[in-house]
């Protein structure tokens, strides 16, 4: 459906996606890395590349698990025995308490429900038609409220870093630290790397999780692998076992886990699509691509393409195991997820790291399966499961506690 869409609807994809830069800009600020290119998105991609360096996510793994045990318990205590759950909702939470933690600290973190609710009207604008993106001549309407909702948010990061500008002891080797240290960013553009990294930091990893689940949740053998892993490598539940900040450890051994994680980013990346601009005359897979041409391509086609995948449609986990030289070059090239480049997601390595332990420890306290077909997706922007991840919840006792 989507190769349809692409070779007769071409000339309307592109109208589309320029309005819809058009209405990301306004969510996200003109100043933002992934609306900027050259040597202005060097310069802001520089700033925050620090706060996402391997020592300091290795760091983040207690913080995830204990907020993983708190999402958990939470649920628990709420939801009678085998019912059905949607756990989308759940992971969204959960996700965007990490994000915000690890971004800006635990501050912050503290107030996620009030900017998850100035997200959520942006969020929906940007996945609305294009026409319902345009300007209009009137002051008032959506993208009145969705000026609003980002006002309130720029409020919120300008407090703290009144905050640590005035108080020493409160700096953070976060990505807000990061990005206050540059002394070539604006207060203007800080705002917006703030934005960007919030709203593309939760949504789509926790579109990612919802489909994971969906996945894990539908192969009864796949859930009892990762609960075993996980018993092993996190030890008791509740606990973090060998995990402390700066160990790699723990997520080296969670092999099984990271396949998992792997495979449903080979079948559901977050992003359907992307999209680049020529900036100059290229040739590309023997036809030639004038400047200016909008070049549109697909992880999700890509992570399903029969030439490089075995039963593409399968959800195998165990298809990254044992491969060739040849084999995994072709699959590092398919698998693409978070894309590639100068352009590559900044935050690919949080995210899997983030989906590695989160479903480690979910198979380690909860039985979720549901034996219904897999949802179709919806979404352009973040691509997630129609009606969420409803799976029938217990513990592995057989009552929920």
Known sequence: AMREMFAKGADAYQWGHRYNVVGVRLVVGKGSMIVSDGADHARRRRASQSAFSRPRLDGLVPMILRRTD?????????????????????????????????????????RADEIGGLLQRPQDFIEAPALEQLPRPWPYGRRSKVRQDRRALDEIVDEEIARRRVDPTAARDDLLGALIADDALSIEEIRDQAATAIGAGFDTTSAALAWMLVRVGRSPDAWARLKTEADVVLGSPGSTGSAVPGDRSTLNDLAYSRN?????????PAGLVGVRVAARDIELGGYAVRRGTLVVWSPHLAGRDPVTWTDPLQFDPDRFVGLTPEQQALADQAWVPFGRG???????????????LIISRFAQRL????????????????NRPTGGAILQVTTHSGELR
Request: one cysteine or more.
């Open 70 to 110: 708190a999402a958990l318990d939470s649920l628990l205590r709420s939801s009678p025995p085998g019912e059905q759950i949607d756990l989308y909702p759940v992971g969204r939470s959960l996700i965007l308490g990490i994000t915000l933690d690890a971004f800006f600290g635990p501050r912050l973190a503290a």
């Open 260 to 268: 998992v994680v792997h495979e449903s980013l080979r079948l559901h």
């Open 342 to 356: 100068p352009h590559m997601c900044l935050g690919f390595g949080l995210a899997q790291m983030e989906l590695t």
């Open 367 to 382: 039985v979720a399966m549901s034996s219904a077909d897999v949802p179709r997706p919806v979404g352009m922007v973040v």
